[in-house]
């Protein structure tokens, strides 16, 4: 099984500032990872896939990089409603698997 | 605009089984492998099971392996998952999650429905 970690765990930021997180998987996964936001009390929704590729609608302060075992979720600027936990998920192999998640939250 | 509903939720005593269904609209369902993916209060996310788009091929976590089937009708474009043998470490919300792609080998979940809550009581 491919375990997925997340750091930081929490990250408390201002809006308008830029959020960095990452993932690393415990082996090589090529690009094949995608990260997730979730609200509270919200299904999960589809911010990047590839990697690096944003989904459908995702506005372009999201982006996705890395390659391996070594990935990073970067928001430029944070909007108030970019206030979420963030998921990353490979699917390389199965089983599918999680990190344990990132909460941004408002400093 | 895709979506999908689950429902068939509920309150189940330890040991015994619920089955819940998902009503996929909005795109091609028969084209797309589905997925379950489960989370529990407080907790995060994990993949409990996929169906390929034929409904050929299934795949299950270790965790609900044996007691889980998954199926799908596509003439009804619903996804279902049986879950049997049910015990408190299963109660979680249960997401309904369209894969991108054929037989779910290499892709994410590109659309989720609201989820559906399971609890597992006496």
């Known amino acids: 099984e491919i375990v997925m970690t997340q750091s930081p765990a929490t990250l408390s930021l201002s809006p308008g500032e830029r959020a960095t997180l990452s993932c690393r998987a415990s082996?090589?996964?090529?690009?094949?990872l995608a990260w997730y936001q979730q609200k509270p009390g919200q299904a999960p929704r589809l911010l990047i896939y590839?990697?690096?590729t944003r989904a459908t609608g995702i506005p372009a302060r999201f982006s996705g990089s890395g390659s391996g075992t070594e990935f990073t979720l970067t928001i430029s600027s944070l909007q108030s409603e970019d206030f979420a936990v963030y998921y990353c998920?490979?699917?390389?192999?199965?089983?599918?698997?999680f990190g344990g998640g990132s909460k941004v939250e408002i400093k | 605009e895709m979506q999908l509903v689950e429902s068939g939720g509920g309150l189940v005593q330890p040991g015994g089984s619920l089955r819940l269904s998902c009503a996929a609209s909005g795109f091609t369902f028969r084209n797309y492998a589905m997925a379950w993916v489960r989370q529990a209060p407080g907790m995060g996310l994990e993949w409990v099971s996929l169906i390929s788009n034929s409904g050929d091929t299934t795949y299950f976590a270790g965790s609900v392996q044996g007691r889980f089937t998954i199926s799908r009708d596509n003439s009804k474009n619903t996804l279902y998952v049986q879950m049997n043998s049910l015990s408190a470490e299963d109660s979680a919300i249960y997401y309904c999650a369209k894969m991108d792609g054929t037989d779910g080998s290499r892709d994410a979940f590109d659309v989720w429905g609201q989820g559906t809550v399971v609890t597992v009581s006496s």
């Open positions: 590839g990697a690096s």
């Open positions: 082996q090589s996964i090529s690009n094949t």
């Open positions: 998920q490979q699917y390389k192999s199965r089983p599918l698997t």
